[in-house]
């Protein structure tokens, strides 16, 4: 069992927060999922965009530490991974989704745990439900849960996963790294920091299925957040600009997706390393009525029994020393609060 699993055990999830809608039983949006006007048609703005970095530029070390400086979230162009790996995990992520309630329910999320299928963990937080469902891998989880869907024909799935994490996993790497090089802290931080986090197995895969819905101006696909760990990697292969960021002082800016890139978001992890300089990015999902819209989250993350401190050489810290458990802890009870939990 995966230390990342173990952390979420102290804080259970009621399983009606787990369990998600039958999205193809109902024609119209049901008063459980039905959000505020105003919750949903804020307005957006759709002319500004995210920075986008060509990872092979020589200057891609200084373009992605100011783009996480000045909006924590950036694309990346020449990452590394192919497209073909790209859409053999969408492809899979479909077959996943569109198994009747009755098959995906066999892996649903326990009450306790971390993997398998199920809605939002931070549906709790809100009164309404998401127009979502998702399935969340960690390390090797998702074999046993592949056996229970495809007894047969399981490692189609696993395999198509398994290159997957390997892939997400070495990209985060070495965007980790040229994050913490531009930062003021020594060498040794950076090497152990980025060595450890390597070493350590805790990365996280989400599939997220955001299905067609009869009335998108009532209902929101996943709701403002922001995400927990060090770094998250989002691939999004469709044209619609489902996913939005809020900027202060602007608003929330739709990111527009950009054919190949991969979307690259700061987590609170990171935040904390960075005494608030790379700040996590608070960001949301709407849904479309014609468009079944699967994205593909990897959040990248140390240890969780490392501990989490600013490293800056230079700066007062402004965040307290804490286990990467603690942090989950604090998050899964406080969400947006979290990091002003940890605020000295
Ligand atoms: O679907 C997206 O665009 C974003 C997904 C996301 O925010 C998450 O999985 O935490
Ligand atoms: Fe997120």
Redesign the pocket.
Known sequence: MSNLSEAYRDTPVHLHHIIPLDFHAVDSVPESHEWPHSDVLRPVIDEISIPLVDLKDPNAQKLIGHASEDWGIFQVTNHGVPLGVLMDVEFEARRLFSLPVKEKLKVLRSPEGATGYGAARISPFFSKFMWHEGFTIIGSSSVDHAKQLWPHDYESFTDVIDVYQKKMKELAHQILLLLLKSLEISEEDITSWAASTHDSNNGAL?L?SYPCCPNPSRAIG?AP?T?SLLL?I?S?THDSS??QIFRDGVGWIAVAPVRDALVVNVGDLLHILSNGRFPSVY?Q?IVSEKEHRI?V?YFYGPRTDAQVAPLSRIEVPIYRSLSVKEFIGIKAKHLDKALSFVRI
């Open positions: 989400q997220n996943l957040h995400d998250t989002l999004q489902a996913l960001h999902v994205s989250a």
